[in-house]
């Protein structure tokens, strides 16, 4: 995959964070990092067609650009809007009292987002409003100095997940932020380099 392909996939996932599950988008993620374009797009493509997630015509232009097959039947099943919906979900500080206890993801996160160039980790509680694929849950944002964003994710995520069996949603950020990730991006910091 090429530097501009890369540019655009990254920026594609980090605008479906909110609107895709969290374990689709991961996979989707996971893949292109992983050198698997072919299984991200197919996993990208047949959800949003299978579960009617529109997009806009930029983000279908974006898309389009970044496949094999840019006459791709499985893009063409895809419903275009005129703009993106509003974020389905509302971000807070802290959690509901019987939230799971999110200390130990905060400590390993805050460990090892150095070693992957992160300046800044967020953590917020995530609500979902009507419409939002996937439950309540904590939510982490880290902004990183490099413009891969997609390494760091995949190797925070799975740390998260191998040391914790924690699947939390990751938002790997550079200085720009989808909708979603600029609404998570209001919790308080809970680590700086």
């Known amino acids: 995959m090429d530097v501009q392909t890369y540019a655009t996939v990254t920026d594609l996932c980090a605008r479906f964070a909110g609107r895709l599950e969290d374990d689709v988008l991961r996979s989707v993620r996971e893949d292109y990092f992983g050198g698997e374009p072919a299984q991200a797009e197919a996993t990208l493509l047949l959800t949003l067609a299978h579960e009617d997630i529109a997009i806009t015509q930029e983000?279908?232009?974006?898309?389009?650009?970044?496949?094999?097959?840019?006459?791709?039947?499985?893009?063409?099943?895809?419903?275009?809007?005129?703009?993106?919906?509003?974020?389905?979900?509302?971000?807070?500080?802290?959690?509901?009292?019987?939230?799971?206890?999110?200390?130990r993801a905060d400590r390993m996160l805050a460990d090892e987002a150095a070693r992957y160039g992160g300046r800044v980790l967020r953590r917020a509680w995530r609500e979902p409003l009507a419409g939002a694929p996937d439950v309540a849950k904590w939510t982490y944002v880290l902004q990183v100095s490099g413009t891969d964003l997609l390494g760091p994710f995949a190797g925070l995520s799975a740390r998260l997940w191998v040391t914790?069996?924690?699947?939390?949603?990751?938002?790997?950020?550079g200085t720009r932020l989808s909708p979603?990730?600029?609404?998570?991006?209001?919790?308080?910091?809970?680590?700086?380099?």
């Not at 914790?164 to 950020?173: A, H, I, Q, T």
């Open 164 to 173: 914790l069996r924690e699947k939390w949603p990751l938002e790997v950020v």
């Open 59 to 103: 983000e279908h232009d974006l898309v389009q650009s970044s496949l094999d097959d840019p006459h791709s039947p499985d893009l063409a099943a895809v419903r275009i809007i005129a703009a993106v919906p509003p974020v389905p979900y509302r971000f807070s500080a802290i959690g509901p009292a019987d939230a799971p206890d999110p200390s």
């Open 180 to 193: 979603y990730q600029a609404a998570a991006s209001v919790a308080p910091r809970i680590w700086i380099a």
